[in-house]
C-alpha cells in the first residue's frame, strides 16, 4: 500500500519542520511527499529545500486558496492512499503502518482517527472520530488532518469545491455521506493539532459557509433540522466576531463581575473549553478542573486540570459552560442534578452580555 501524504503551506517557517519531519521519519517506506507552497516569503521554502531528498514533488507558486492548493495536490498524488497533512500539524511515529493495517482488516474506504489537540505547546485534550456515515449529521467530523482516504474515493466524489473558500472539506463530506462510503473510526491518536487563534470573523463566515452547503444538500428533507441549528450557531459566531474586535476596548472588570470570583469548574473540554481557560487565565481567574460527560475522559488531566465525572461533583461549586453544541443539554442535566441557577453560567453568554453591556449593540441574525 502506498501513501501519499499532501501538505499545503503559506509562510509556515515556525512549524512546518516538525511537520515534515513527522512525514519522513515514519517507518513506513512506501510514502510519497508531496508540499504544494503558496508563494511563501518567511523562510519556508528554504525549510522544504532542506529536504528535497524526502520530498518526492514540491512546488512554490501563487495559488487561489486553501482548497486550489490541496487540489493540486491530490491530483499529482499517485497513492493507493491520500491524507491531508496541514502545516502546522505533525503525524504520531509510525502511524502509517497502523492506518495500514486498519484498511487491510477492515476493507474501509476511509480511516479516520483520534486527534490530540495541542494549545500554547500544551496538550489540551483528544478530540475522538465521530464519523458515522450511517446518520445525519449537520456538521461530519471526519477531522481531515487524522483522514486517510483511499485514491478511489476521490476518483468518485471529486475534489473540493473551490467555490467555498473556508469550509469546501464540510461539502465534500456530505457528497461522501450521500455517497453512503465506508469509514473505520479509529481510536489511535493520528494526528497532533494545533489550536490556532481563528479570527472571530473567519468563524463567522465559515458557518455562513456550512449554512449554505447544508441547505444545498440537506433541504427540503431537513429543512427545520437546518434552520434550527445554523440560526443559533450564527448569532454565537456573529458576537464572537463583534466580541474579539470589541475585546481590547472592554473593561475586564465587566467580565469579571458576570463570571463572578468564584473557582470555576469548565465544562467541556473541546475547542471552546480550551478557549474559555484562556480567556480565564488571562483575567486571572480560577480554573478548579474539568468536567465532562465523556467516560474516557474521566480522571485525566488537561495541562494539570483533572476531568472530573459530573455526578461526582459537590452542587456548591460553580461551573462555566463552555460547550456550545448542547449548551441546552447541559443546563437540562445540572437542573436533573440539582444544581441552583446561580451555580453555572455560560461562557458564550458571558461573552456576549460584556459586548453588550460595552457597546449598547444588539446581536442578532437575520
Given at each position: 500500500m502506498k501513501f501519499s501524504i499532501v501538505t499545503v503551506c503559506l509562510n509556515s517557517a515556525d512549524t512546518i519542520r516538525q511537520t515534515i519531519e513527522s512525514v519522513v521519519h515514519q517507518q513506513n517506506e512506501n510514502i510519497e511527499y508531496i508540499i504544494i507552497d503558496g508563494?511563501?516569503?518567511?523562510?519556508t521554502v528554504d525549510i522544504i529545500k532542506e529536504y528535497g531528498d524526502e520530498i518526492s514533488f514540491w512546488v512554490s507558486e501563487k495559488d487561489n486558496g486553501l482548497y486550489d492548493a490541496m487540489n493540486k495536490g491530490i491530483?499529482?498524488?499517485s497513492g493507493d492512499v491520500i491524507s491531508l497533512l496541514n502545516s502546522d500539524d505533525w503525524y504520531e511515529p509510525n502511524i502509517l503502518e497502523r492506518v495500514k493495517e486498519y484498511f487491510e482488516t477492515y476493507k474501509v474506504d476511509m480511516v479516520c482517527g483520534s486527534i490530540r489537540n495541542i494549545l500554547d505547546n500544551e496538550e489540551f485534550g483528544i478530540t475522538a472520530p465521530r464519523y458515522d456515515l450511517?446518520?445525519?449529521h449537520l456538521r461530519v467530523q471526519c477531522m481531515p488532518p487524522a483522514l486517510f482516504c483511499r485514491k478511489s474515493v476521490y476518483d468518485q466524489i471529486g475534489l473540493f469545491n473551490t467555490e467555498f473558500k473556508i469550509t469546501s472539506d464540510f461539502e465534500w463530506e456530505m457528497k461522501v455521506w450521500q455517497t453512503g462510503l465506508s469509514c473505520y473510526n479509529a481510536a489511535d491518536i493520528f494526528t497532533n493539532f494545533r489550536l490556532?487563534?481563528?479570527s472571530g470573523q473567519r468563524k463567522y463566515l465559515a458557518m455562513l459557509e456550512n449554512y449554505e452547503i447544508a441547505k444545498r444538500y440537506l433541504t427540503p428533507k431537513y429543512q427545520?433540522?437546518?434552520d434550527t441549528f445554523y440560526s443559533e450557531r450564527l448569532e454565537s459566531c456573529f458576537y464572537e466576531q463583534s466580541f474579539?474586535?470589541?475585546?481590547?476596548?472592554?473593561?475586564k472588570n465587566v467580565l469579571l463581575n458576570i463570571f463572578g470570583d468564584e473557582e470555576l469548574y469548565i465544562w467541556g473540554t473541546g475547542i471552546q473549553g480550551a478557549l474559555c481557560l484562556h480567556t480565564m487565565e488571562q483575567l486571572e481567574l480560577k480554573c478548579a478542573g474539568f468536567v465532562d460527560n465523556d467516560k474516557r475522559k474521566w480522571n485525566s488531566k488537561i495541562k494539570n486540570y483533572l476531568i472530573y465525572e459530573p455526578v461526582k461533583l459537590d452542587k456548591s461549586i460553580k461551573i462555566c459552560i463552555a460547550a456550545r453544541e448542547y449548551n441546552t443539554q447541559i443546563k437540562e442535566q445540572l437542573v436533573d442534578l440539582g444544581y441552583l441557577p446561580d451555580r453555572y453560567v455560560e461562557f458564550s453568554e458571558v461573552m456576549k452580555q460584556a459586548v453588550m453591556?460595552?457597546?449598547?449593540?444588539?446581536y442578532m441574525v437575520d
Open positions: 508563494g511563501s516569503t518567511d523562510g491530483v499529482k498524488a450511517g446518520e445525519l490556532s487563534g481563528t427545520k433540522e437546518v474579539e474586535e470589541q475585546l481590547k476596548n472592554i473593561d453591556k460595552e457597546t449598547g449593540i444588539r
